[in-house]
């Protein structure tokens, strides 16, 4: 071999590393912007997602110990985006009563509450008195008598959707514990 011949394929071993060197760096970059576009999607959503709670309003006043207005249960969505097609599925308690909500939302702006109404399984208004004995843990002086149906006390599941109908759950858990959201 002459020293031209050995230059020239030394010189092509070179551009092929540089080329494969090159190759790796661009793929590694293209899994990388992969990931970060995922995450970022990830994110964007989490962002725009709506979430939607179930509460008990007690902020009723009470003049010379006698509550002025009625304790009312609503429902918020403190998300980001617009709850679509929100419902609030029928609720068994263990006290042996089935609720039955009586309002169907179809949006739910963020930082929207609405109130909403149960009935019972006979098609009545639940007295403010009931509502108090199944959502005001603070009613019950001795624990004992709220877990001594199993321990979860009262389960509210809520559904809806996003503005891209992805479908969500959430539940609400009335125990001896607090109010969970799962």
């Known amino acids: 071999m ?24 661009v793929w590694i970059y293209t899994k990388e912007t992969k990931l970060l576009r995922k995450e970022t999607k990830k994110q964007t ?4 997602r709506p979430f939607v709670i179930l509460y008990y309003d007690v902020t009723c006043q009470a003049i010379d110990n006698i509550s002025v207005g009625k304790p009312e ?32 939302i179809d949006v739910l702006p963020p930082d929207q509450e609405r109130v909403i109404q149960f009935v019972d399984k006979d098609e009545e208004e639940i007295p403010a008195e009931e509502w108090n004995k ?22 509210i599941d809520i559904s809806y959707f996003d503005v891209n109908i992805t479908p969500y759950n959430n539940a609400i858990i009335i125990s001896a514990e607090g109010t969970k959201v799962q």
């Open 2 to 25: 002459k020293g031209a011949e050995v230059m020239e394929i030394t010189v092509q071993i070179i551009q092929t590393l540089i080329l494969f060197g090159t190759a790796l760096v």
């Open 45 to 48: 959503d989490l962002m725009i």
């Open 134 to 155: 199944l959502f005001d843990s603070y009613y019950y002086e001795n624990l004992d008598e709220m877990t001594e149906h199993g321990g979860e006390f009262i389960r």
């Open 73 to 104: 249960v609503k429902i918020k969505n403190i998300g980001n985006g617009a709850a679509i097609n929100v419902r609030v599925e029928d609720v068994g308690t263990n006290m042996n009563q089935t609720l039955k909500c009586t309002q169907k």
